[in-house]
């Protein structure tokens, strides 16, 4: 007899403090299991193959492929635990194949003006503060925009960074990626240094006290939403009519450096992909690129014949 919710509160705790999985990763798992539950019966003596086979008819016909995708992942997880923990004799999920199409969705980048615009509008609130709070709350956007930049990190590791995580004597950033995976970035600007430099010595004492690298106004973690109003806020002021999200910021960074001919492997090492696959998908940005440039710019469109 298997008591679904017993199990699932038990496997999230699992992955929350044994694991170490983020909170993002835990909310998913949550999320995906929660509703898996509502779809069986909260007390089965076994999950067969056929009540599975209808939660995924079903998941099929009410999200997305993507989506799908992530809610099977998390449910064969926690199968593979159940079984490993010898809670059931068998993994279910393994007599299931579950391989369908997903459509392949190129990274939105954001134009290289649309950014030096983003950052003269934070830059100029900067200047313009007129009270210490307002100076306070200025210098850390600006070096929010500037990390998201110059790093290419996500949003969510950004906004948990910890104080000691940047060492801004020899310009490093240590972050903890998906999965509790480990990658130290390099920042070489030495402008966006000496920004990060004298905003850490503004707010040591708030650091100090937190523990964080950003912070709100209530001293607390900066939140992922409160940098998505960032980056709207900027993106209005600036007369910049593009959805600009701070993932695109990654994506961006990606996309020029393989302009730049960065080697991909040392992309996919600052991205913190596992794999190499995840990361080429900007050479087919780039590779857009190329071909919008050469069919505009190439001069043997300016040769006419048959006139």
Known sequence: MIELDKEITIYLNYCKYQKKLSK??????????????????????????????????????????????????????????????????????????????????????????????????AYRRLEQAHTPYGFQVAHRDVAVVELLFATGMRVSELCSLNADDVNLSDGSIRIMGKGSKERVLQIGNR???????????????????????????????????????????FCAEAGISLHITPHMFRHSFATLLLEEDVDIRYIQRMLGHSSIQTTQIYTQVTAQKQRKILASKHPRNKFVFNE
């Open 191 to 233: 402008e966006v240094l000496a920004l990060l430099r004298h905003y850490r010595n503004t707010h040591l004492a708030v650091m100090n006290e937190t523990g964080y690298f950003f912070v709100n106004r209530l001293q607390l973690r900066l939140s992922e939403q409160s940098v998505r109003t960032l980056i709207r806020r």
């Open 24 to 121: 993002d990763t835990v909310k998913a798992y949550t999320i995906d299991l929660k509703q898996f539950q509502r779809h069986i019966s909260p007390v089965a003596s076994c999950i067969a193959k056929p009540e599975i086979t209808c939660y995924i008819t079903h998941l099929h016909k009410t999200y997305q492929p993507k989506t799908v995708k992530r809610k099977l992942a998390s449910l064969k997880a926690f199968f593979s635990h159940l079984e490993f923990e010898e809670i059931i004799p068998d993994d279910p999920m393994r007599k299931i194949k579950t391989k369908f199409q997903e459509p392949q969705e190129l990274p939105r980048t954001i134009p290289l003006k649309a950014i030096k615009k983003i950052l003269a509008v």
